[in-house]
């Protein structure tokens, strides 16, 4: 089994930074992907950035440029540092696991950016 637990959401001003880490505990082995994903009220998760145990790594359009992802070199730790936030980024974060179409989440992190 595979235990998730983000950390680092919070309340930040329209331009500001944050960094959410996720941390992979348990039985990560084989091919594996990391991601975050994002929900606001009413809407489904939607991925936001995610990497591959290959380290191969994936931006959607609205997280490139503005959001960079780092891991350890175990790759069970994945850091999302986020940067110029916009209010429309005001979301629960999530951090995915996912293995042999098996997907682990994690509780969420929420992200605030308002004045």
Request: hydrophobic share 35%; proline share 3%; aromatic share 8%.
């Amino acid at each position: 089994q595979v235990q998730i637990v983000e950390s680092g959401g919070g309340l930040v001003q329209p331009g500001g930074s944050l960094r959410l880490s996720c941390q992979a505990s348990g039985t990560i082995r084989g091919f594996y992907t990391l991601a975050w994903f994002r929900q606001v009220p009413g809407h489904d998760k939607a991925l936001v950035a995610s990497i591959t145990s290959l380290n191969t790594t994936y931006y959607t359009a609205s997280a490139k440029g503005r959001f960079t992802l780092s891991t350890d070199n175990t790759l069970t730790t994945l850091n999302m540092q986020m940067n110029s936030l916009q209010p429309e980024d005001t979301a629960v974060y999530y951090c995915q696991h996912a293995h042999n179409a098996r997907a682990t989440w994690g509780p969420g992190t929420q992200v605030t950016v308002s004045s």
